[in-house]
């Protein structure tokens, strides 16, 4: 019965679904049955199909009804409130950040559109992981998101589904899902040795395809099925009956022993590695937690050892686990049980786990979201796996691929903040996470090697394993993320102290990681790049959870959540230093950039004092942990400066890396600001002089601040000493003016960084976000691109729009600060912070000197600006006691005396940054001191030290006499012994050092501090030197020094220093020093009180350092009178600087270092404004002499009668001299196929790319199309030699030929070439095939058109007018057309330019296609050749003509003025030309001059006659005629053939004209003519004319056929019909158009501008067509340009009479060969839709019409719209991929293409390609490429323009730079 045929199984469907439906009896017996068969039916491993099956459950499940009608009956009871719609990677989705309540919120594309988005902030995404819609799902997004589909619908309105619609369903589907979980059992197999046989899997896999996509499609009927889903999913006691593997059936028996083997593994391994357990399990009582399982060993751990070696790795030896140290801490961690299921659904994820989460079987779990029982039951059924999961995932090789899956579940489960808060309750969800993260992290410790290697216990991450490097975590750090940005969990988290606890644990576990030793010898081996992994898990794994915390700690309520966290904070990092046996001083050269507990034990005090008004005091330790505490982020800040200093050189690039990462953009408000706070918050708190020589000592700087002028260093080389005082000085402004976590409100920061970002450089949009830190844990809900963004960029920037150079570079749209940020609140300090490149903080400076030369501010070179800084805080008024201790003013004290004395290794930077210390100290000096107190302070002076008190206002003005310095020996200070009592008396004596109050000052109020202050200081003070009024004090031998080297330094002695300063008199004599001049310095209040008066004086704002000291001096006054008397003193007393000024050696040496340095730059000024001249007076008389029709320049009167030959220059050899037959010149030219003219249609409206199925373009229209379809009928009917000579070709595939002007000898050029070949640099062209760059402008070539020998004066002696009548001229012509051997040069015999000349038409033929050459019915005829070269002459003549806008009103020369090189091409394509005879009998020229005797008619008669005169092209003719002819041409001759090829042209105007009207048109035309026919001027009146032609056409049937158009006349016609002189005219202009160009080209000349009305008249005129008589144009008719040469009406009839005999064979097709007036439009690229949305929606699902599928990189033809794969191997042909056998087939080998993926357009130019750009810029003017962004994007019009132009003027290769081979793969 099982392989039943279809009518059968739906009988038997019926039977049983009526017996089981209709109550009675009978349902026990048919539900026996039913499930009898199904056990047949579904069988693993029967030979019955699956197809087979699923047949049978279709026919059961519709009861025996069709099942499409069972799909429609079910659908129609679906409440359809949620989309739920389920994607996997790649899909493009919606994020609207407006509507969105969750961050992770998305919307598939059909709901965002149908939804109403406009004007929010939404963007477009290509999704990782995949994803889920949330349409309708009011937890993740609000309800005026919702689109029209999902708008809340009441469940009232859907009726109850009836029972007996599914009761099929919930008796077959138990049965089918068992089925497919038996599938899975049987099909695994344990892996052996860590290997999963991954083909096995797959196999299963693949068996179960059919019956998941079947599982899929249930979901697809909506709710009513999916409930039924739910119940069968959910029920335990289904799935007890059928799984327990009891029963006699052996087949269940063997599977249900697999699935006990398989989850024997699905602990936590090891005793303490066993994770979650079966979570439903246990009693009330045992759970407290769902951690605890079941205390004690239980039997599982057995199984402990025997799986134990798949989760031990090999190399995991050097991990040196230390399991111990975190069993203890997760305290109650007790053993987790094996899984154990209860339904189907948990053994569904079970399965799909340990199958590594297959596609399928992931999206049939998804799709079942939408119904709320479902999503419940299997959220937690998720958790409960949760450990295993992690398991699988550690172990997997495809660790991505089954994050992704992983995050594409976990992302749709917990972004919803109620089922989040339901499961963190029921299901210890937190408690989970925070121990598998454990546990996960646990595998891969070591040992650390900070501080004290030997005896550390403290164990870090090993940043170089896979799970690191990888990311492996990152599945499970983003859920923790996920579920604490809802409130209600972060809050339980940060109730629950034990899991605080686990957590620091988990923190500490990254502290310290990544250490970097400094290499002092050699140079490392290996550079380790294991420091992403290292910065990216801080981020990932403690700085983001951070955050979301943080985000929750806003409000004052919240201020336990703080205390705790800081409280667990500083417990762990207690451990930590213990751990490591930190005592005081960290060991040199190591650095490690992860302290992630210091940073959030910073951001929570941080917190704690901004938000929640606590007490910064309760929050803080001791100040031996504070002195602890700053150790660290203290070493980091000197390592940064050493780094940069190139200490580290030996460690690699890396380390240089590091040093960037930690301040760049993503980071540095995780790692550098809590640094900084940090050491802020410590610096408050701790003894002043003890923070700053802290300080100094770490940066290794403290011996250079001796006022020796000679020292030893004993822990730096002297190269790294200047930087690392720069960087201590630097680092000691940055820790004192920045206010980040110290008062700054986050408008304020935003400001501040904002400023900082855009003084660097312009900055785009999307760069700027990207640059400003923002919270960066994204789920934050804190968006950059809101409001406050917005309003902030625009208060402090302009907006510079795009700008399109016609130079190819075109820039985005960028902001750039404004005038007044400039001005006021350009704060070099927070540049300095936030540079990762140290050269962005010069580009700051410059920008902003050029600011202040712009505006007149300043003209010199600028300081950088002191900027006034916002309050402190309160709390941290601390902070300022660092500008006001004694330690401070000592080094400030002694910098400035050394910086005047030009000791060495000081520097500019130097001294500013000590007189930005100063003039903070000032700024923030506590109180207006009484002036009393100096008259006193003499006596009470403190014996041990410099200055009297703290506050450095007073301090200033303190003078100090004598100092003892220690110095060398050999040192200039060594005048005279040293006074005996130089041994350990005096201070260091008398103070004893274990004194714990010893070096208490009155004011410092600080608590007893333990003597390593005392120590610090002691030895600090000595160091630097001590000075005091009493010489006879002494000094403590420098031997007490930890780290002095002893025996490596010479002999110190003691000397005496006289120094008689004041850090005011040092001010003032450094104003001195730095103006050069003698007393510059002269108190600005003593001429103008006012200055004194306390409030800005902007003159002070921008300047150099003698600004900053008069700024200073000023600030100084202001504070004190006494300063302000002592300044004076000091101005009156002015002498020279102290050191007489002999200069000493280095002195001089920098002084002429200066002087040299200003001279060569004059010398190089000087030189290069020289070459500029030189260059310039070159290039004008290079374009004087580049091609030999230059005007006038060139042109000698007719007067002068000497000779002169065009002169070239060769560009290679230099030479110049004329183009000879041995040694010819030519011009370098680039030939290029073009379809270019091809593309004009004839209307004027341009056409629109498709964007939807109704609009479609059709080529028919085009130019090309229409001049193919004449030539086809032409040759049907007429002899093919003939039809070849009267069209051109040329229209696709025409070859264009242009230069840049320059020549050079064809020998050099050759020898050039042969250069490039053997050149081994990847050049951008390919030499083999010719391609070359002009060697003196780079342009981009392909070949050398040679000059034809000739002397300028033979084209002035043929211009001269010459009075032979017309009838001699015409017979001239026909001499010179017989005689064809006369080409001067003589073809016979071989020179070099005739070689060359082949050659080069070989060139031009090779550049394009056969398919474009061979039009002739007899391949490889010479008319073929004649055809194509006269062509290529129209082409170029076509082109100019477009790119002169398609008319000559603008007149003047070729466009490119000197840049034409059609008169040397003339001269090559006539050579060739005149190698073919046109025979005699069949040379148009006589038709036109000559009335043939009726004899002759015969010829049309023959079986293919000529074509007529009248169908032929008459441009096509002149170029025939005039090529044909000896060159050069006589001007005579060739405004002879054009008088009378007007003649023809005019009388096909008629002929066109008379089939426009109707016959009564015509009947009225041939009347009012016939009248005019009699008077003298007949044959110039358009009317005679027209009557004749029309009378001599009707004698035929030539317009037997118009009667059944009439109807369609259009207005354009009916226009003709009232002003046929309107008409003819614009029949007329396009060839004399051409023809003007022509002329100009051949004779030189210029060509008249004028209005577009009189461009008729004034062409004529130019042409000599006007008759001489001509006045004015009043009257003016075309006509009268007429001359005939032969009687008028008798060769009208003659031509006629051709008509008439083939309109007797072929009455249907003479009118479509009449030639037609042309109505091209230039042309044009397809016109783009204004929203690049309306592209991307249309054509990113569009399937390819080649090969059906839809392109995973579409792209669209912008010339024709035809849609293509780029790169899609799917359409190849011949080896050629689909772009580019398009660009061959649209644009002869140019192509256009807009990639839709990217937004971006490529061009393909023959080989070779290039990204052009974007022509789509969002509301910011900037490019998306590749639609990272998402955000809507509109069309630039200016760039299209800028593309079509590039296009329209074959100018790609030269303006674009960047071009690759494609190798025909695009």
């Not at 090789?397 to 994050?403: C, P, V």
């Not at 380790?528 to 951070?546: D, I, K, N, V």
């Not at 050394?898 to 903070?920: G, R």
């Not at 004749?1588 to 006349?1609: C, P, R, W």
């Amino acid at each position: 019965m099982a392989g039943a045929g279809a009518r059968e199984k739906r009988s038997t469907a019926a039977r049983l679904k009526a017996a089981l439906s209709g109550g009675g009896g009978e349902e026990g017996e048919a539900g026996a049955e039913l499930r009898a068969l199904l056990e047949r039916v579904l069988r693993p491993g029967e030979a019955s199909s699956s197809s087979e099956a699923l047949a049978w459950c279709r026919c059961l499940l519709a009861g025996g009804e069709p099942w499409d009608g069972f799909v429609q009956a079910v659908r129609a009871y679906d409440p359809a409130t949620l989309c739920g719609l389920v994607w996997t990677a790649n899909f493009v989705a919606y994020r609207c950040r407006t509507c969105g309540i969750s961050p992770c919120m998305s919307l598939c594309a059909e709901c965002f559109h149908q939804g109403e988005h406009a004007g929010h902030d939404y963007n477009m995404f290509r999704s990782q992981a995949g994803g889920a819609c949330d349409c309708g799902d009011g937890n993740v997004m609000r309800e005026a998101g919702f689109c029209r589909r999902h708008r809340i619908k009441s469940s009232s309105e859907v009726p109850s589904v009836p029972k007996d619609l599914l009761i099929m369903s919930e008796l077959v589907l138990p049965q089918f899902i068992f089925c497919i979980i038996q599938y899975l059992r049987e099909g695994y197999n344990e892996p052996v040795l860590d290997l999963p046989s991954e083909k096995d899997l797959q196999k299963v896999l693949q068996i179960l395809e059919p019956h998941i996509s079947f599982l899929e499609d249930l979901t697809k009927m909506g709710g009513a099925m999916r409930s039924v889903l739910t119940q069968v999913l959910t029920n335990q006691q289904f799935y007890k009956d059928l799984s327990s593997g009891g029963g006699e059936n052996a087949c269940a028996k063997k599977s249900h022993e697999k699935y006990l083997i398989a989850l024997k593994g699905s602990g936590l391994t090891f005793p303490e590695d066993k994770l979650v357990g079966g979570v439903q399990e246990q009693t009330p009582g045992a759970s407290t937690s769902a951690l605890q399982g079941c205390a004690g060993a239980t039997p599982a751990s057995g199984q402990g050892d025997s799986s134990d070696e798949e989760d031990q790795d090999g190399s995991q030896g050097l991990g040196k686990r230390k399991r111990v140290k975190l069993s203890s801490t997760t305290k109650d961690q007790s053993i987790m049980e094996v899984l154990k299921h209860k339904c189907f659904l948990e053994e569904l994820l079970f399965w799909t786990i340990k199958y590594e989460f297959p596609q399928k079987m992931v999206t049939f779990l998804l799709n079942m979201l939408p119904d709320q029982d479902y999503k419940i039951a299997f959220t937690k059924t998720f958790v409960q796996h949760y450990a295993f999961i992690m398991k699988t995932l550690k172990k997997s090789h495809e660790s991505d691929t089954m994050s992704n899956r992983i995050v594409h579940i976990s992302v749709q489960l917990f972004s919803n903040e109620e089922l989040a808060r339901q499961v963190t309750e029921e299901c210890q969800l937190l408690d989970i996470m925070v121990t598998v993260l454990l546990y996960m992290m646990e595998s891969c410790l070591i040992k650390s090697e900070l501080q004290d290697e030997e005896n550390s216990l403290h164990v870090v991450v090993n940043c170089g394993e896979a799970l690191l490097k990888n990311n492996t975590y990152w599945p499970l750090v983003s859920d923790f993320i996920n579920i604490l940005s809802h409130q209600s969990v972060a809050k339980k988290f940060l109730e629950d102290h034990r899991l605080l606890v686990m957590w620091m644990n988990f923190v500490s576990f990254f502290q310290g990681m990544n250490l970097n030793k400094r290499e002092l010898n050699e140079h490392v081996e290996f550079e380790s790049q294991t420091y992403y992994a290292a910065f990216a898990a801080e981020l990932e794994a403690c700085a983001q959870p951070m955050w979301g915390l943080l985000s929750h700690c806003k409000v004052r309520e919240t201020q336990e959540y703080t205390q705790n966290v800081v409280k667990y904070c500083l417990e762990a990092l207690q451990d930590w230093f213990d751990a490591i046996n930190f005592v005081d001083e960290p060991t040199p050269n190591q650095v490690t950039f992860h302290l992630p507990l210091h940073r959030y034990y910073a951001m929570f005090l941080s917190k704690a004092v901004k938000c929640q008004e606590v007490d910064l005091d309760s929050l803080l330790p001791d100040q031996e942990m504070l002195m602890k505490l700053m150790v660290h982020p203290l070493q980091i800040q000197a390592s940064l400066s050493e780094i940069h200093s190139n200490m580290w050189v030996r460690n690699g690039l890396q380390i240089k890396g590091q040093a960037m990462t930690y301040v760049q953009s993503h980071f540095c408000n995780s790692m550098i600001d809590p640094d900084i706070y940090l050491l802020q918050v410590c610096a408050s708190r701790l003894d002043p002089d003890y923070f700053i020589s802290s300080v100094f000592e770490r940066f290794k700087v403290v011996d250079l601040l001796t006022m020796a002028s000679q020292h030893q260093n004993t822990v730096l080389d002297a190269e790294h000493e200047r930087s690392m005082l720069e960087g201590a000085l630097t680092f000691l402004v940055i820790l004192l003016s920045l206010r980040l976590h110290l008062g700054m409100t986050d408008d304020e920061i935003l400001r501040a960084e904002m400023v900082a970002q855009l003084c660097m450089n312009d900055r785009t949009h999307s760069s700027l976000l990207d640059l400003i830190p923002e919270n960066p844990n994204p789920k934050s809900g804190i968006v950059p691109g809101s409001l406050s963004f917005e309003s902030m960029l625009s208060a402090v920037a302009d907006f510079k729009a795009p700008i399109f150079e016609p130079g190819g570079s075109m820039q985005q749209g960028m902001y750039t600060p404004k005038a007044e940020v400039w001005d006021k609140e350009f704060d070099p300090v927070m540049v300095i912070l936030r540079t990762v490149y140290r050269r962005d903080v010069q580009s700051a400076m410059d920008r902003y000197t050029a600011f202040l030369k712009q505006s007149g501010k300043f003209h010199g070179n600028p300081w950088p600006p002191y900027k006034k800084r916002t309050n402190l805080h309160p709390s941290y008024k601390g902070l300022l006691r660092l500008l006001h201790c004694k330690t401070l003013h000592i080094v400030l004290f002694t910098l400035l005396y050394k910086i005047l004395m030009d000791h060495q290794n000081l520097s500019e930077h130097v001294l500013c940054m000590v007189l930005y210390l100063i003039e903070l100290g000032l700024e923030n000096s506590s109180e207006q001191e009484p002036d009393e107190e100096d008259s006193v302070g003499g006596q009470e002076r403190c014996h041990d030290s410099w200055f009297p008190g703290n506050n450095l206002v007073s301090n200033m003005r303190h003078f100090i006499n004598y100092v003892r310095v220690r110095v060398p020996e050999t040192a200039p200070e060594v005048k005279r012994e040293p006074p005996a009592s130089t041994s350990a008396d005096g201070f260091a004596a008398s103070q004893n050092p274990r004194r714990p109050k010893g070096l208490q000052r009155e004011n410092s109020g600080t608590a007893q501090v333990f003597s390593l202050v005392a120590e610090r200081r002691k030895k600090f003070q000595e160091i630097i030197n001590r000075n005091t009024s009493e010489a006879s004090q002494a000094v403590r031998p420098k031997t007490s020094m930890k780290w002095s080297a002893p025996g490596a330094t010479p002999q110190l002695t003691t000397a005496i220093l006289e120094v008689k300063e004041s850090i005011l008199s040092l001010l003032v004599k450094l104003h001195h020093k730095l103006s050069g001049k003698q007393n510059s310095y002269y108190p600005p209040w003593l001429e103008d009180m006012e200055t004194l008066l306390p409030q800005e004086n902007p003159k002070y704002f921008h300047g150099d350092g003698m600004t900053a000291v008069e700024r200073i001096l000023l600030k100084a006054a202001l504070q004190s009178r006494m300063n302000k008397r002592i300044i004076e003193e000091i101005c009156r007393k002015v002498t020279p600087p102290v050191p007489p000024k002999k200069i000493s050696p280095t002195e001089k040496k920098t002084l002429d270092k200066e002087e040299r340095r200003q001279k060569a730059r004059e010398r190089q000024q000087k030189l290069l404004a020289e070459f500029a001249s030189r260059q310039k007076s070159f290039m004008e008389t290079a374009m004087d002499v580049e091609s030999p029709d230059t005007d006038i320049a060139m042109e000698i009167t007719a007067s002068e009668q000497h000779v002169s030959e065009a002169m070239y220059d060769c560009v290679i050899c230099g030479q110049s001299g004329p183009s000879t037959e041995d040694r010819p010149a030519g011009l370098v030219v680039l030939l290029q196929a073009s379809s270019v003219l091809g593309q004009c249609r004839n209307s004027s409206e341009p056409k629109k790319l498709p964007t939807t199925e109704k609009e479609q373009i059709y080529a028919r229209d085009t130019c090309a199309a229409v001049y193919e379809e004449r030539l086809a009928i032409l040759q049907k009917f007429f002899k093919d030699s003939s039809c070849l000579q009267s069209v051109s070709i040329g229209w696709e595939g025409g070859v264009y030929v242009q230069t840049c002007g320059h020549t050079l000898h064809i020998d050099c050029h050759k020898s050039y070439m042969e250069s490039l070949r053997n050149d081994q640099v990847l050049q951008g062209f390919s030499v083999d095939k010719g391609e070359f760059t002009c060697p003196l402008c780079r342009q981009f070539a392909n070949s050398v058109l040679p000059c034809y020998p000739g002397n300028n004066v033979e084209r002035n002696l043929w211009q001269c007018h010459s009075n032979k009548n017309m009838q001699d001229l015409i017979k001239e012509v026909e001499e010179l057309q017989e005689q064809l051997g006369t080409f001067p040069v003589s073809i016979s015999s071989e020179t070099n330019l005739s070689k060359e000349m082949e050659s080069v038409m070989k060139d031009i033929k090779s550049t394009t296609q056969k398919k474009y050459t061979d039009y002739s019915k007899t391949p490889g005829s010479p008319d073929n050749d004649f055809l194509f070269m006269y062509s290529v002459a129209r082409t170029n003549l076509e082109l100019e003509l477009v790119h002169r806008g398609g008319n000559l009103c603008q007149g003047g020369a070729s466009t490119a003025g000197k840049r034409s090189c059609l008169h040397q091409l003339f001269h090559v394509l006539a050579m060739h030309m005149r190698l073919y005879s046109i025979d005699s009998a069949y040379n148009p020229w006589k038709k036109l001059t000559q009335l043939i005797e009726d004899k002759n008619l015969q010829i049309l008669n023959e079986e293919q006659p000529e074509v007529p005169v009248l169908y032929r092209d008459v441009l096509s003719l002149l170029l025939v005629q005039i090529l044909t002819m000896p060159q050069p041409l006589h001007k005579e001759h060739f405004t002879c053939i054009i008088k009378v090829l007007f003649t023809l042209l005019y009388i096909q105007a008629l002929v066109a004209l008379s089939t426009k009207g109707s016959t009564d048109d015509r009947t009225t035309w041939m009347n009012s003519g016939v009248l005019k026919k009699n008077i003298s001027n007949a044959k110039t009146s358009h009317e005679a004319l027209l009557s004749h032609v029309i009378s001599e056409l009707s004698k035929g049937k030539v317009y037997n056929q118009d009667e059944t158009e009439d109807l369609s006349m259009d207005n354009n016609s009916a226009w003709c019909l009232h002003s046929p002189e309107t008409y003819l005219q614009q029949f007329c202009l396009p060839f004399l158009r051409i023809t003007s160009l022509l002329q100009h080209h051949l004779f030189g000349g210029e060509l008249p501008s004028c209005q577009e009305d009189e461009e008729f008249t004034v062409l004529a005129n130019c042409l000599g067509l006007l008759p001489s008589s001509f006045q004015s144009s009043h009257h003016f008719s075309s006509a009268s340009c007429l001359d005939w040469p032969v009687p008028a009406f008798d060769i009208i009839s003659q031509w006629c009479s051709e008509l008439v005999s083939f309109a007797d064979k072929h009455p249907t097709q003479v009118k479509s060969l009449f030639l037609q007036e042309s109505k091209w439009d230039l042309p044009r690229l397809l016109q783009l839709p204004e929203n690049y949305n309306t592209i991307f929606q249309y054509y990113h699902r569009k399937s390819c019409s080649v090969c059906t599928k839809v392109p995973k990189d579409p792209a669209v033809c912008l010339v024709c719209g035809t849609f293509v794969c780029l790169k899609g191997l799917c359409c190849k042909q011949q080896s050629y991929c689909e772009c580019v056998l398009h660009s061959q087939n649209c644009g002869a080998g140019t192509g256009i293409f807009l990639l839709i993926n990217a937004s971006v357009i490529i061009i393909i130019r023959g080989h070779r390609f290039c990204l052009w750009g974007s022509v789509y810029l969002d509301a910011h003017g900037e490019e998306d490429r590749d639609l990272r962004r998402g955000k809507p994007l509109y069309i630039c019009k200016e760039r299209y323009k800028v593309l079509e132009q590039q296009w329209i003027s074959h100018t790609f290769d030269h303006i674009n730079k960047r071009w690759g081979p494609h190798y025909n793969g695009l």
